[in-house]
Structures are given as structure tokens and as C-alpha cells.
């Protein structure tokens, strides 16, 4: 997403993103404030996590097809709601109709006012941190990539559209 909105990418969190997007990411302790950028909290919190959230024009927070992860993101939701109201979710890494029906039933049903975003588990996500290319450049390689990853694609531009309205 940072490379698709040519922002900067932060992490609290051991990963890759030094390696795929090496002039503008950074893994740091403690993240800095910066203008034009996406910070990776890597799920839980830190020192001054909060302090940037307060000052973001969107929080993304995901949530996966199992109950615990559900409930991790009530509490992530509630810790956050009265800093920075400006919440999407994502419901992602589901495999089939039932792990999505739970995710829709969950969400939904708690949370009709967040906008919520669903994407079904996808290579996509791996390959663009194996090769180091974003959603969009993944999707516009050719047309089998683009038959591929259409479903999760459309969902991803949706999520774009969303974040650039709030920003």
C-alpha cells in the first residue's frame, strides 16, 4: 500500500520491507512521525504507538477468519476509537464461504458504522513480498496476472478510493 501511494513504510516489527522497498521503508524500536506515510504496528503495541496513530488520517485494523483474532480486534477497536475514529477494517485471509460468513457475521453485525474491506487469502500478498512489487504492479504485470488477482484487486482499489477519501 506505502508503494502504491508512494509514501514512506514504518514497522515496530521484524520483516522484509528494508529489503523490498529500500529507499523509503525502515524498522525501527519506535516509530517516528512522519507526513506521507504507513506504519506496520505488527499487532501489538509499543511506546508511542499511540501518539502516532492520534495524528493518522486512517487506522487499518485486520481481522483473520478465527475467534481469537476477532477478539483481539474488539480490543484493538476500543483501545483506539476515542484516539483516532478514523478506523478500516480488513477481514482477510480467508479461505472459503464459511470463513467469510463468520468474518461478515463478526464485523458487521458489531461494527455497521467502520467501513470493512474483505480479501480472500491470495498469493498475491506473498508474492509481493517476494518480489518486492506492489498490488497494483503485481495486478498490471499481464493479463493471466490480472485474471489472477482480479477479485482481490477490485477489493484492494476499493480500499485505495476509501483511504484517499479520508486523507
Known amino acids: 500500500m506505502a508503494k502504491d501511494f508512494g509514501y ?10 528494508e ?3 529500500p529507499d523509503k521503508a525502515k ?14 504496528f505488527g499487532g ?10 492520534k ?3 486512517v ?10 483474532s476477532f477478539i483481539r480486534t474488539v480490543e484493538t477497536i476500543n483501545e483506539i476509537i476515542s484516539i ?29 458504522d467502520i467501513p470493512t474491506f474483505y480479501f480472500k487469502n491470495s498469493k498475491i500478498v506473498n508474492n509481493a513480498a517476494n518480489y ?7 495486478y498490471n504485470e499481464n493479463s493471466l496476472s490480472k485474471r489472477s488477482y482480479s477479485s482481490f484487486f477490485n477489493e484492494y482499489r476499493r480500499l485505495l478510493k476509501a483511504i484517499r477519501s479520508k486523507s
Do not use: H, M, W
Open 59 to 68: 487506522v487499518i485494523i485486520p481481522c483473520l477468519p478465527t475467534y481469537n
Open 27 to 40: 524498522i525501527l524500536d519506535k516509530v517516528k512521525d512522519l507526513d506521507d506515510c504507513v506504519y506496520d
Open 19 to 21: 529489503q523490498i522497498y
Open 84 to 112: 483516532n475514529p478514523n478506523i478500516i477494517l480488513l477481514a482477510t485471509n480467508y479461505k472459503d464461504d464459511r470463513e467469510e460468513e463468520f468474518l461478515e457475521n463478526e464485523l458487521d453485525k458489531r461494527y455497521k
Open 132 to 138: 518486492g512489487l506492489s498490488f497494483t504492479e503485481l
Open 55 to 57: 495524528n493518522c488520517d
Open 8 to 17: 514512506f513504510l514504518q514497522s515496530n516489527d521484524n520483516s522484509c520491507i
Open 44 to 53: 501489538f503495541s509499543a511506546s508511542g504507538v499511540l501518539d502516532i496513530i
